[in-house]
């Protein structure tokens, strides 16, 4: 499974490669760490299920956890996600 996120000062959002994608809506509470708002389908946080947790960067990866389980993947509860960081994509940035 893949997670890729995006963030401005105040907002993360975390993009789990299921089917349909799952997002993460978080507000930023220091450089590494979020704290979970909500999730949903849609690549918007305009009106996400309420849901707690955390979402953190460390220095090997991303990991989510939310409160509670908040979907199943392939029969199996989405309780927690720990990946490995590959890269950091700057957009906007020339080659």
Same mark, same amino acid.
């Given at each position: ?9 105040? *907002? ?7 089917? +349909?994608?799952?997002? $993460? ?14 999730w ?9 299920? +309420? ?9 090997t990866?991303?990991?989510i956890?939310?409160?509670? +389980?908040? $979907?199943?993947? *392939?029969?199996?509860? $989405? ?5 490995? $960081? *590959? ?6 940035a020339? +080659?």
């Open positions: 499974m893949r997670v890729t996120w995006s963030s401005t000062a105040q *907002e993360l959002l975390a993009a789990v490669s299921s089917d +349909p994608p799952a997002y $993460f809506c978080a507000t930023v509470t220091s450089p590494t760490l979020a704290t979970i708002t909500g949903t389908t849609e690549a918007s946080c305009a009106q996400p299920t +309420p849901l707690s947790g955390s979402l953190a960067l460390t220095e990866g991303f990991v956890a939310p409160g509670a +389980p908040p $979907f199943a993947l *392939e029969g199996c509860n $989405f309780e927690y996600y720990s990946g490995t $960081f *590959e890269s950091l994509v700057t957009l906007g020339g +080659p």
